[in-house]
């Protein structure tokens, strides 16, 4: 399968900060990237869908101005978690949709934010 | 009705055995199906993708598909410790870029 890239893996910061956590995808072009997040034990929660050179289509009671996504190219895309508050720390994770491989969709390795 | 719904276990099985994993979805557009596998603490992982109806087999995984029942499974022959994780059912509904639809997954425990 193809391989999605997520950057940092864990990052803690400080109450009011912004962190940004970045998603590659390295061996195709990913036409369509999506953020989830996951509290322990917990499902995944899609965030938002972001097509690349489009502004990302936000779930309902997702923040937009608070986490702010960016997918400017074919094989980048960025989450920055702004203004961080503890409630804000959870397993953030990436997946991309691309090149040829249809409908199948493949996650980055996660990003565990913690806020302190 | 939930649009993908799985038993969320745990299902426990011993050292060797089958383990079926079940999911059923609600749309019947669906056209795309898909399991992944959850450790703990880690970001799923595709393992099987089927499309059409009946079985489809990779190593000790068989996918099976039933679209007029709206059923998918999964079953994990000679099942081994490190199977032990939590297992994602996913649909796809519409085209390429729209986001799979998850079930809130089923936990395996393999028994040594």
Redesign the interface.
């Known amino acids: 399968g193809a391989v999605v890239s997520q950057h940092p893996s864990r990052v803690i910061c400080k109450s009011g900060t912004s962190v940004k956590i970045e998603c590659r995808s390295l061996d195709f072009q990913a036409t369509t990237m999506f953020w989830y997040r996951q509290f322990p034990k917990k499902s995944l929660m899609l965030m938002a869908t972001s097509n690349e050179g489009s502004k990302a289509t936000y779930e309902q009671g997702v923040e937009k101005d608070k986490f702010l996504i960016n997918h400017a190219s074919l094989t980048l895309s960025t989450l920055t978690v702004t203004s961080a508050h503890p409630e804000d720390s959870s397993f953030y994770i990436c997946s991309a949709k691309g090149g040829g491989y249809g409908t199948e969709a493949f996650f980055g390795q996660g990003t565990r934010l913690t806020v302190v | 009705q939930k649009e993908v719904e799985q038993n969320s276990g745990p299902l426990s099985v011993p050292e060797g055995a089958i383990a079926s994993l079940n999911c059923t979805y609600s749309d019947r557009v669906s056209?795309?199906f898909?399991w992944?596998r959850q450790y703990s603490?880690?970001?799923?992982?595709?393992i099987m993708?089927i499309y059409s109806n009946g079985d489809k087999e990779d190593g000790r995984f068989t996918a099976q598909l039933n679209k007029a029942s709206q059923y998918v499974s999964l079953l994990i022959r000679d099942s081994q410790p490190s199977d032990s994780a939590t297992y994602?059912c996913?649909v796809?509904r519409g085209s390429?870029?729209?986001?799979?639809v998850?079930g809130?997954?089923t936990r395996l425990s393999v028994i040594a």
């Open positions: 056209q795309s898909f992944y603490g880690k970001s799923p992982e595709l993708s994602l996913a796809n390429g870029n729209t986001p799979l998850f809130k997954g």
